[in-house]
T-cell receptor, first 114, second 114 residues
Framework: AQSVTQLGSHVSVSEGALVLLRCNYS??????LFWYVQYPNQGLQLLLK??????LVKGINGFEAEFKKSETSFHLTKPSAHMSDAAEYFC????????????FGSGTRLQVQP | NAGVTQTPKFQVLKTGQSMTLQCAQD?????MYWYRQDPGMGLRLIYY???????DKGEVPNGYNVSRLNKREFSLRLESAAPSQTSVYFC?????????????FGPGTRLTVT
């Protein structure tokens, strides 16, 4: 069975600083990996996904993530944080079953300080 | 194109009351999902439906029933609500073909059981 671990339930950065949100996964097959963002009182929006091919994946709002098989990681980064990036971020891995449901990490709340 | 819609947005129930959460999608997707979100636990799968008339239990199905009467709609029913069912409920759908990897989420229903 797949699983996802997000290190750090809360991360605080200054505006303009690098954002790094950590995600490690466990999967017995090549994984399909996702990052979702949730703004307060809203649903989940897909930031980016890794399926196959290029290991550096670019998403919306300037975010990117790198799939590292040797480290079983899929960390999310953004070079320069903006106040509007304050939200909760979820890493997820797709199940290797016919239903293809997502297994989510516990989430990381990003706070951006002015 | 509204995507995935959910009603109601908020609900307060007393223990033992019943209610149905409604979900509809207009993207002609076959697969639909119900997740619940609890603090520090990410999202967990309650039920899945691959197509009209078919459903499958997820990770946390106890206390819930679902109904997929047509391709658009997937409802979640709480027959006798318990405080442990206080949560935020998300419906999601997934397409086939080119959009096979992505799940699209509704805005959520925030349920409190007292």
């Amino acid at each position: 069975a797949q699983s996802v671990t997000q290190l750090g339930s809360h991360v605080s950065v200054s505006e303009g600083a690098l954002v790094l949100l950590r995600c490690n996964y466990s999967s017995s097959v090549p994984p399909y990996l996702f990052w979702y963002v949730q703004y307060p009182n809203q649903g989940l929006q897909l930031l980016l996904k890794y399926t196959t091919g290029a290991t550096l994946v670019k998403g919306i709002n300037g975010f990117e993530a790198e799939f590292k098989k040797s480290e079983t990681s899929f960390h999310l980064t953004k070079p320069s944080a903006h106040m509007s990036d304050a939200a909760e971020y979820f890493c997820a891995v797709r199940e290797d079953t016919g239903r293809r449901a997502l297994t989510f990490g516990s989430g990381t709340r990003l706070q951006v300080q002015p | 194109n509204a995507g995935v819609t959910q009603t109601p947005k908020f609900q307060v129930l007393k223990t033992g009351q019943s209610m149905t959460l409604q979900c509809a999608q207009d993207m002609n997707h076959n697969s639909m999902y119900w997740y619940r979100q609890d603090p520090g636990m990410g999202l967990r799968l309650i039920y899945y439906s691959a197509s009209e008339g078919t459903t499958d239990k997820g990770e946390v199905p106890n206390g819930y029933n679902v109904s997929r009467l047509n391709k658009r709609e997937f409802s979640l029913r709480l027959e006798s609500a318990a405080p442990s069912q206080t949560s935020v409920y998300f419906c999601a759908s997934r397409g086939d073909g080119g959009s096979i990897y992505e799940q699209y989420f509704g805005p959520g229903t925030r349920l409190t059981v007292t």
